[in-house]
């Protein structure tokens, strides 16, 4: 399933728009929501229906499709 992530910085900056990316599985959408929160940046994920999904959520998705 696909996952499309959105970021940006927790602060507005002016400039700076939010970007999204398309990630193939829920384990590199997690990867990437990780190392967002780690550079102080926010991040949104949606499954391929437009549904967000939320962190917990995605954590255990990309710890199912780990096993």
Same mark, same amino acid.
Request: cysteine-free.
């Given at each position: 399933?696909?996952? $499309?992530?959105?970021?940006?910085?927790?602060?507005?900056?002016?400039?700076?728009?939010? !970007?999204?990316? *398309? !990630?193939?599985?829920?384990?590199? &959408?997690?990867? %990437?929501? /990780?190392? /967002? *929160?780690? $550079?102080?940046?926010?991040?949104?994920?949606?499954?391929? $229906?437009?549904? *967000?999904?939320?962190?917990? *959520? /995605?954590?255990? %998705? &990309?710890?199912?499709?780990?096993?």
């Amino acid at each position: 399933m696909t996952f $499309s992530v959105t970021f940006g910085p927790r602060n507005p900056i002016p400039g700076v728009r939010h !970007k999204t990316v *398309e !990630k193939e599985t829920a384990a590199e &959408a997690w990867a %990437l929501v /990780l190392q /967002l *929160e780690a $550079s102080d940046e926010e991040a949104r994920v949606h499954d391929a $229906s437009g549904r *967000e999904v939320g962190r917990e *959520e /995605l954590r255990t %998705l &990309a710890k199912a499709g780990a096993n």
